[in-house]
């Protein structure tokens, strides 16, 4: 199976920005794509980023321009570098990894943009 372990969440003032990176372990080599959700309070989780395997990229409109995602694979480790933070973008924020048959899930990190 696969771990994901994410960091680098915290509190920051509006304009301010933030990197978030999330670690698989375990079963690594049937990783297809990896990205990043959010859910806010009263909200439902919601697609931020997502990257595969060969570096195709989403981003929900509400962040373009302002997040990155980047992802190594050889540390099997994804990247949500987010800049020009807004109050709405406080969420707990989550990684993703998914398989052919099975997404896994990070812990979480807070978010929390102050205005």
């Known amino acids: 199976q696969v771990q994901l372990v994410e960091s680098g969440g915290g509190l920051v003032q509006a304009g301010g920005s933030l990197r978030l990176s999330c670690a698989a372990s375990?079963?690594?080599?049937?990783?297809?794509?990896m990205g990043w959700y959010r859910q806010a309070p009263g909200k439902q989780r919601e697609l931020v980023a997502d990257?595969?395997?060969?570096?195709?990229?989403n981003y929900a409109d509400s962040v373009k321009g302002r997040f990155t995602i980047s992802r190594d694979n050889a540390k099997n480790t994804v990247y949500l570098q987010m800049n020009s933070l807004k109050p709405e973008d406080t969420a707990v924020y989550y990684c993703?990894?998914?398989?052919?048959?099975?997404?896994?899930w990070g812990q979480g990190t807070q978010v929390t943009v102050s205005s």
């Open positions: 993703s990894a998914d398989e052919v048959l099975r997404r896994t």
């Open positions: 375990g079963i690594t080599f049937r990783i297809n794509d």
């Open positions: 990257i595969s395997k060969g570096g195709r990229i």
